[in-house]
């Protein structure tokens, strides 16, 4: 199931935030609130929701031996034990098959590929549920008062299959001592929405642009189309994962629950560290508090460390060696850019910076989105004149003419603009005291959403979230 269904918003959501309600003890709605989140993640994983209640029964379990030896070796023993039994899962459902296959390139062996379908979520579960147990190693996480407890935690639908990622010392005192407010359910719903246009008007819309580029062949492109291709998979990616963010945000506020930000207009960067400041935070944040700053971070081997940190990011994203050379891709530009780049950017007007930011993240998804190697070096040729193609291919006319409209507003829509005028609508309207006024207007701007995001879901097929496959 996902956000972006009729079943979801018409029938799963009502009913939980319904019964959810009635009840009236914080555990009886957090009872309520895991028994929907189980049955949100069965309904699309059947097979691998046993595994996920395994393995947070499993860190529950290892997690109470680390408190309860605290301050002696046994808890560390205790903490290396949760991480290698949560890792050891991640690794077998997710990278098993890629292992074999390059042991069998590499050693010309004939070693058999397990084939089975990727439980959805497991690297955003896998990394919040070990979170839970590093946090209560280092003391900046108290114990789960109950194994129900710390599955809700791991389980919570909002955020469950593609993040953010959530701390659980974050949200623990939430989890029994949360509280709905008119004004937080109010706001919760217009940041749904705001979401679920931003997946279904803007990512889908991208999306069958990057089907009639990136998704033909190759050969049939111009130079031009080749780079519009990219611009539209920039836009689709990042809509629909900060679109995601956005609904999984706001569906913690109907909770009573608040998630932190995932996503920072990425695309109005000054730099690639800049940039990785402001895209997936959480995941950034994850690899820099519990990789990075371990490993010793500026202060020791830091070249060492950021590679290691990069590499882990590409991986972390697919068993896939376009993954791996995306995140070394990202090693390469952030070393250079604390060695020397940063200066030079420093000095330099900020739209240079923005646009050279920019160029590099549009050529990192080329890597992203091409996972053969050999149409990544066919995109790069093309992209650059090296191909032989022309600079307009065939269709290019055509295909700029009838986007351009909305790559302009889709890219307007990456920007703070949009948030800015709103806001200066917001004050006003309260500096005057025009309350009813304000209401009326936030109303009918969700009303308007709800509607044309429900008529586009009707009339399309094309509705995949992309973040699902990591």
């Not at 301050?71 to 290396?80: E, F, Q």
């Not at 719903?189 to 062949?217: C, D, P, W, Y």
């Not at 307009?392 to 295909?399: D, I, N, P, T």
């Not at 309350?435 to 936030?442: D, E, M, Q």
Request: aromatic content about 18%.
């Amino acid at each position: 199931m996902v956000f972006s269904s009729l079943i979801f918003i018409y029938a799963f959501l009502p009913l939980c935030l319904l019964i959810t309600y009635l009840v009236r003890s914080h555990q009886a709605k957090n009872i309520v609130l895991l028994l929907f989140s189980l049955f949100f993640y069965a309904w699309g994983e059947p097979v691998w929701v046993v595994l996920m209640i395994l393995t947070g029964l499993f860190i529950y379990g290892t997690g109470l031996k680390i408190d309860q030896h605290r301050g002696t070796p046994r808890s560390k023993a205790y903490l290396i034990l949760a991480i290698v039994g949560a890792l050891a899962s991640l690794i077998f459902f997710k990278y098993a098959g890629f292992l074999l296959e390059n042991l069998n390139v590499l050693f010309n062996w004939h070693l058999p590929i397990p084939r089975f379908n990727l439980p959805i979520g497991i690297s955003f579960y896998t990394f919040q549920i070990l979170t839970y147990a590093i946090d209560l190693y280092r003391g900046h996480a108290q114990l789960a008062t109950s194994a129900a407890n710390l599955l809700l935690y791991e389980a919570l639908f909002p955020q469950l299959i593609a993040g953010p990622i959530v701390r659980y010392a974050d949200i623990a005192e939430q989890i029994n001592h949360r509280q709905v407010t008119p004004a937080g359910f109010s706001d919760g719903i217009g940041r749904f929405l705001i979401g679920l246009a931003k997946k279904v008007l803007i990512a889908n819309m991208a999306g069958e642009l990057v089907a009639q580029t990136l998704g033909s062949h190759l050969f049939d492109l111009g130079v031009l189309d080749a780079w519009l291709g990219i611009l539209a998979y920039s836009i689709q990616i990042y809509f629909d994962f900060s679109g995601y963010s956005d609904m999984a945000i706001g569906l913690g506020q109907m909770f009573g629950f608040q998630f932190k930000e995932n996503f920072n207009y990425p695309f109005i960067a000054v730099s690639v560290t800049d940039f990785w400041r402001r895209w997936h935070i959480s995941l950034g944040t994850f690899f820099r508090d519990y990789v990075y700053i371990p490993m010793g971070g500026s202060r020791k081997r830091q070249t060492f460390n950021l590679f290691v940190v990069w590499f882990l990011t590409g991986l972390w994203h697919g068993a896939s060696w376009n993954f791996i050379l995306w995140g070394l891709y990202f090693f390469i530009l952030f070393f250079l850019e604390r060695k020397a780049f940063s200066r030079l950017l420093a000095h330099l007007p900020v739209m240079f910076g923005r646009l050279y930011a920019s160029i590099c993240v549009f050529m990192s998804w080329v890597l992203f989105y091409f996972t053969d190697l050999d149409d990544i070096a066919t995109m790069f040729k093309l992209m650059f004149g090296f191909s032989g193609q022309e600079i307009l291919g065939q269709r290019s006319e055509w295909l700029i003419l009838n986007n351009l409209p909305f790559l302009i507003i889709a890219l307007l829509a990456s920007t703070p603009v949009f948030a800015y005028l709103g806001r200066r609508i917001h004050d006003k309207m309260t500096k005057n005291r025009q309350h009813g006024a304000l209401a009326v207007v936030t109303i009918s701007r969700n009303l308007f959403l709800l509607f044309f995001s429900t008529a586009t879901l009707v009339g399309s097929s094309y509705n995949p979230f992309l973040y699902f496959r990591f």
